[in-house]
């Protein structure tokens, strides 16, 4: 059974930062690429940032230079380090994996960041 949990959202201020985990299980992590998006209130699901099994990124206009995906193929695990957030951050972030037409999502974590 695939299980993707994220976790370290929460609330911070604007200007501040927050390191996102998604620890997966069930699956050889490595042949997988891997990524995150959000979904804020009222909006679709957004691609933030993606990392391949070659390590090769992609970010969202809205976070490059501020954000920054990770990936620990020993631990089974993606990160995304967020800097300078701001109130247009929030939202709920979702990690997935993928490869060839197998997608697996995990259930969201909420970053909240108040001006």
């Known amino acids: 059974q695939v299980q993707l949990v994220e976790s370290g959202g929460g609330l911070v201020e604007a200007g501040g930062s927050l390191r996102l985990s998604c620890a997966a299980s069930g699956i050889a992590f490595r042949l997988y690429a891997t990524g995150w998006y959000r979904q804020a209130p009222g909006k679709q699901r957004e691609l933030v940032a993606r990392?391949?099994?070659?390590?090769?990124?992609t970010y969202a206009d809205s976070v490059k230079g501020r954000f920054t995906v990770s990936r620990d193929n020993a631990k089974n695990t993606v990160y995304l380090q967020m800097n300078s957030l701001k109130p247009e951050d929030t939202a709920v972030y979702y990690c997935?994996?993928?490869?060839?037409?197998?997608?697996?999502w995990g259930r969201g974590t909420q970053v909240t960041v108040s001006s």
């Open positions: 997935n994996v993928f490869r060839s037409t197998n997608i697996y």
């Open positions: 990392i391949g099994t070659d390590r090769i990124t």
